[in-house]
């Protein structure tokens, strides 16, 4: 289930990741969502992501995106 603070996170993640990777956050949803990204791993492991600092996660999340899109 996803609460509001996992969706406060979400939202600031995928802002987060948009400016970084230079795309709009409507693109940056898409991505997350269609590798399972977001359910699977944002939402799913709130608790222990919104404990790291935004470059750590910036870092983290652009590696898996990655690693994701290049096994398709």
């Known amino acids: 289930m996803c609460g509001k603070s996992e969706m406060e996170f979400s939202v600031f993640l995928i802002h987060q990741l948009a400016e970084n ?12 969502s269609s590798t399972g990204i977001l359910d699977d791993y944002i939402i799913k492991h709130y608790d222990v992501l919104h404990s790291m600092g935004a470059e750590s996660l910036i870092e983290d999340i652009t590696g898996f995106v990655q690693e994701k899109q290049s096994a398709c």
Do not use: S
Not at 21 to 32: F, G, I, N, S, T
């Open 21 to 32: 990777w230079r795309k709009a956050p409507w693109e940056v949803y898409e991505v997350l």
